[in-house]
């Protein structure tokens, strides 16, 4: 009963399997509330100019500057007051030469002005007269037209995660509707003859199914909906019928595969036979995730991960989360990772990547990471850890006080 | 018109107010599938064992290990074959001194064996003998009961928010619905006669609504569920009737300030009208977000948040983040910093925290950070940022290639 697998490395697996995704057509229209963590269908441009008129960056005085030149404290210029901008409207007059007109913060600096002097640096001798002890430059404590954002400018490309900042700045320049992709629907299917629902009462020999709830949750974590079509039981016509209808109604299929020999190669056979190209890697050179299977049907990645609860969370993240954003049309968040320093040796075997699940731990503006010794095919492993560190292929180990990634889960 | 603040650091303006925060006594139940992200209500024991019998970790044979001492290629120890372990049964027969039964990845150990033979390791002679060809030490290739966790043993504390594999992990012992404590309710109020709908067409003098967008989204990020009150004009009762109504309704609320000292002045005053204790913090020695305004009305906490929209962003993570983690009785997230290499210098004021716009960039294994440069007040600036560096209170600046952290927006 040998294992026949075509063995590669993670990097090389990911690559054989994303490059033939192309990102999904499909767009729909979201309203900028509904928007966030959304991935943009086409690329923004600002329909405006933001601001639109030039503001006040201060609370004080808009005047032409040269009236201010060479203003001290000992000796003052003094300027003649002749209104305020009311807050919210056009500024309604023009500034002349020696004189200045009220603005708060944010309001609009009326013509004539190219300058505001702080409140803090005058001194009001009557109802018209102001006294000012500093020289402002010219532009000083303005906003001028489109500084924020002109009017055609990129504002955002196609491919991006909206973010709460990306959020405000469609609303500053009134784009208020956007064509967001569609989240991927992702088919996730549990597989093996002892797992049984997690909410019923497993009978001796069977186990509770843990990997539908961790992939559900992965998937809704890259930005796409999971369906769960359940249980299916290890009979190669019912998961064949399964197989096909769940990758009928859905753009990717996770099929979690079962952890026996006979059981993989069901899932191979069942995987294959939903058209071509079919298999395209067949176990990976890593521990724990090695009999993960990556394949194409059409143009929906397929893929069967491992049983174990381990190995089916890591290989999703080495594969199924940038197969996932590359249907979204983005790139997988690259900054889920935390550099660390290693409270312990860990071995390894070179040859293969290593994933040990570590536990981050603040010493002073340190981080270090312990790792988290058990069986790594256990799921409590990963609940008593913040994430997993990556051993390379070509190292028989890592040593106490190296500086690792530390990949957040 | 002095600014009459009382300027303080910003840990100790954090401080201040999150110690006087108790979290939230509500609490709701939820089904194991709509848990990721909330946080637990109750500490949780799991109420069996995981795995409820031994299990095998590999496709091979149970056997007892003394059985199988001295094995080798050259001198296999011949074992008779009595059966086969269904998956999901119970194993359903006994192994005898000399006799193994065939198991598969994930089943039952039968009574009798103490270990598992990889299959790797054995040879079929005829239908009912097996040479085993290396010896296996006692338990190994089992994961004995309760090897993933102990029935009655904690599996997660109060305040822990739920990741992928805490779900799994939940599942794997049949705690399918879940305490959680309910969202915190924040309410939004943006002011400013300046602000209008980000939907409608601003007259001249006029800006769109920005704050309301990006503070909800970052008030969703938090794990809290916020509620828009609008815009409210500046006038000193409208702005404490909607804030007494948003209070009552909420657990929290926020008040976009607007920006010049005025309207500042109005906030101050509508929420020291809120009740008591009122103001705790008003001025941080901060830049920018210094004239943010920090408050308890009874047990609930209200914030006057800079209008300028960078202000608004950087004063809700130091401020607004970490008060709403402890409604929810959790800890802030820590780990959403990237630790980076500076491209530039960034020079600084001693004696206030500074808050710098940043690019993140991998450079190889590095990850260098490029100051955005641009109006600190410009909501473009953060849309080409990823996040922000923190020069602390006593420097005046950093300098290029220096280490920083980068909190990421």
Chains 1, 2 share one sequence.
């Not at 075509?6 to 995704?21: E, H, Q, T, Y």
Request: hydrophobic share 45%; proline share 8%.
């Amino acid at each position: 009963m040998p294992e026949l697998f075509n063995v590669c490395s993670p990097d090389d697996a990911r690559a054989l399997l994303c490059n033939r995704i192309t990102p999904l057509a499909r767009a729909v229209t979201c309203p900028l509330e509904e928007a966030l963590e959304r991935v943009t269908a086409v690329a923004l441009c600002s329909p405006v100019d933001l601001p639109a008129f030039p503001r006040s960056t201060m609370d004080g005085y808009a005047l032409r500057a040269t009236d201010s030149y060479g203003a001290s404290e000992g000796l003052p210029a003094y300027l003649r007051l002749i209104g305020e901008v009311p807050m919210g409207q056009q500024a309604g007059l023009r500034v002349g030469r020696g004189e200045l007109a009220k603005v708060h913060t944010g309001g609009m600096i009326p013509d004539g002005a190219d300058a505001v002097v702080m409140v803090e640096n005058t001194q009001l001798v009557d109802e018209t007269t102001l006294e000012v002890v500093r020289p402002v430059a010219i532009g000083e404590n303005v906003i001028p037209i489109a500084e924020d954002i002109h009017r055609d400018a990129p504002v955002l490309p196609q491919g991006h995660v909206l973010r709460p900042q990306d959020l405000g700045a469609l609303a500053g320049v009134g784009i208020v509707r956007i064509e967001v992709v569609a989240r991927p629907l992702v088919a996730i299917m549990a597989t093996g003859d002892e797992v049984v629902e997690a909410g019923s009462a497993p009978a001796p020999g069977q186990v509770r199914d843990i990997n539908t709830y961790t992939i559900s949750s992965l998937v809704r974590h890259s930005g796409a909906e999971p369906h769960s079509y359940g249980i299916v039981p290890d009979q190669f016509e019912r998961l064949c019928a399964c197989a096909r209808r769940a990758l009928d109604e859905n753009d990717a299929l996770i099929i979690s595969a079962g952890s026996s020999v006979s059981t993989r190669d069901m899932t191979a056979a069942a995987i294959e036979g939903l058209g071509a190209p079919g298999i395209l890697v067949h176990g990976v050179s890593m521990h724990p995730g090695k009999p993960t299977i990556l394949a194409m049907a059409g143009e929906k990645p397929v893929f069967g991960l491992p049983g174990n609860p381990v190995s089916t969370m890591i290989a999703f993240q080495l594969f199924v989360a940038p197969a996932l954003a590359r249907l979204l049309g983005t790139v997988s968040p690259v900054h889920r990772m935390v550099r660390a320093h290693l409270t312990h040796n860990v071995a390894s075997i070179p040859g293969r990547e290593d994933y040990v699940q570590a536990r981050l731990e603040q010493r002073g503006r340190e981080i270090w990471a312990e790792p988290v010794f058990g069986k790594s095919n256990l799921i409590y492993t990963m609940v008593r850890a913040d994430g997993v560190i990556r051993v390379p292929l070509d190292r028989a180990g890592l040593y106490a006080g190296d500086v690792v990634d530390v990949d957040l889960f």
